[in-house]
């Protein structure tokens, strides 16, 4: 079966550095549109990155843009999170998603493209 399988996640200080990770198994890497989300308490599921499965074009929420990076690695079927200065804000459980899209170019931004889901790592960012 399809597993998502998210790591990296833990605690830094504002203006630090994490990268996550989220390793594929179950489906054919190369194929899928990937995403990261990220839901802090109380609040919604909300799109931070997604990644194209060809061309490799990428999205951004506003509130990350400049500061996260998506990326692939189809040869380790893994996607990644490269969040540099980190504020108090990005606190959240960070989800890995992987969804289909038929055009090569496209990048998926919504939960509801997104047909499989990790188990989330925790994003921690003290002031």
């Known amino acids: 079966q399809v597993q998502l399988v998210e790591s990296g996640g833990g605690l830094v200080q504002a203006g630090g550095s994490l990268r996550l990770s989220c390793r594929a198994s179950?489906?054919?890497?190369?194929?899928?549109?990937m995403g990261w989300f990220r839901q802090a308490p109380g609040k919604e599921r909300e799109f931070v990155a997604g990644?194209?499965?060809?061309?490799?074009?990428?999205r951004y929420a506003d509130s990350v843009k400049g500061r996260f990076t998506i990326s692939r690695d189809s040869a380790k079927n893994t996607v990644y999170l490269q969040m540099n200065t980190l504020k108090p804000e990005d606190t959240a459980v960070y989800y890995c998603?992987?969804?289909?899209?038929?055009?090569?170019?496209?990048?998926?931004?919504?939960?509801?493209?997104?047909?499989?889901w990790g188990q989330g790592t925790q994003v921690t960012v003290s002031s």
């Open positions: 998603a992987a969804g289909m899209s038929g055009f090569s170019n496209v990048v998926l931004t919504t939960t509801t493209e997104y047909a499989y």
């Open positions: 990644i194209s499965w060809g061309r490799l074009n990428s």
């Open positions: 179950g489906l054919t890497f190369s194929t899928y549109a």
